[in-house]
Nanobody, 121 residues
């Protein structure tokens, strides 16, 4: 079982910055990609950014150039640095580790409970 705990959300004015963190409870995540998703009210959840176990990254077009994802495998942590925030970035941001092979359970996607990010205009 892997638990993911996010932190760092909050209320910020447009143009401001926030840094989200997600700590995993098990070192197994070091072998898997880690990502951030977000879901705004009445909208579908969308991928924000993902980083592979070796550090390759990909971003949603809406955040490219403003957000940076990174990871610290020694700390089992993934970060999301968010700069130049816009009101449309307001959402619950959740951490994800996909496709973890778990003995007796097959492949499991792990999710954190999320952290609220609110950007005021």
């Amino acid at each position: 079982q892997v638990q993911l705990v996010e932190s760092g959300g909050g209320l910020v004015q447009a143009g401001g910055s926030l840094r989200l963190s997600c700590v995993a409870s098990a070192t197994i995540v070091r072998a898997y990609p880690m990502g951030w998703y977000r879901q705004a009210p009445e909208k579908q959840r969308e991928l924000v950014a993902q980083i592979t176990s070796t550090g390759s990254t990909n971003y949603a077009a809406t955040v490219k150039g403003r957000f940076t994802i990174s990871r610290d495998n020694a700390e089992n942590t993934v970060y999301l640095q968010m700069n130049s925030l816009k009101p449309e970035d307001t959402a619950v941001y959740s951490c994800n580790v996909p496709g973890v092979a778990v003995l007796g359970r097959g492949v499991v996607d792990y999710w954190g409970r999320g952290t609220q990010v609110t950007v005021s205009s």
